[in-house]
């Protein structure tokens, strides 16, 4: 059936397809096309991480989240999570982890996110891109999972991270 391009961006893409239904009768199924994201865990140590206070435009709120950007053209998503945790935290790490890969919001969205765990961090300058205007805080391990628990953290690959590193670590 066919697929129509209805908005190219900077980094994604919307279509259109038109498929038909269990009737026959013709569905259409609306879907973002994204090149997948790298978000990294900041271990600062075993009870502090470092977290982002970050402005989202698009849900008018400031909110807590780990460091995470989108896949550069032939970008592994490896090299994506240490240009993007040096980027937005300053921060380099020696050593890396993968933890998961998932989708997150698959009904519409294809991007895929690589999940990394970063230790034995080295602290350094930030290298925010122009419109970036997250602020970098370390927290308290504790504290991270309490804002998980109580809805204070909304961001879904920092609750995935944080829940899923809460688990692995014990």
């Known amino acids: 059936m066919p697929r129509t391009l209805i ?6 893409q919307v279509y ?5 239904g269990p009737d026959g009768q013709p569905i259409e199924r609306d879907m973002v096309i994204h090149p ?3 978000a990294i865990l900041p271990l600062v140590d075993a ?14 709120e400031t909110i ?3 460091p995470a950007g989108t896949l550069e053209p032939g970008e592994a998503p490896e090299a994506a999570a240490v240009r993007e945790l ?3 935290t300053g921060y380099q790490a020696k050593r ?6 998932f989708y997150p919001s698959p009904g519409v969205l294809s991007e895929r996110t690589h999940l990394f765990l970063a230790e034995e961090l080295t602290p350094g ?5 122009a419109d970036e205007q997250m602020e970098p805080q370390v927290v308290t391990w504790e504290q991270a999972m309490a804002w998980a628990l109580d809805g204070t953290i909304r961001d879904a690959k920092t609750l995935v991270a944080l829940l899923l590193w809460d688990r692995l670590r014990k």
Do not use: Q, S, T, Y
């Not at 259109?16 to 038909?20: F, H």
């Open 96 to 101: 890396w982890r993968k933890l998961a890969a």
């Open 125 to 129: 300058a930030m290298r925010r891109e």
């Open 47 to 60: 009870d502090h991480i470092c977290l982002l206070r970050n402005p989202r435009f698009v849900v008018n």
């Open 36 to 38: 997948g994201a790298a």
């Open 7 to 12: 908005h190219k961006g900077r980094k994604i």
């Open 16 to 20: 259109r397809d038109v498929e038909p």
């Open 86 to 88: 040096e980027e937005e």
């Open 64 to 66: 807590w989240e780990i």
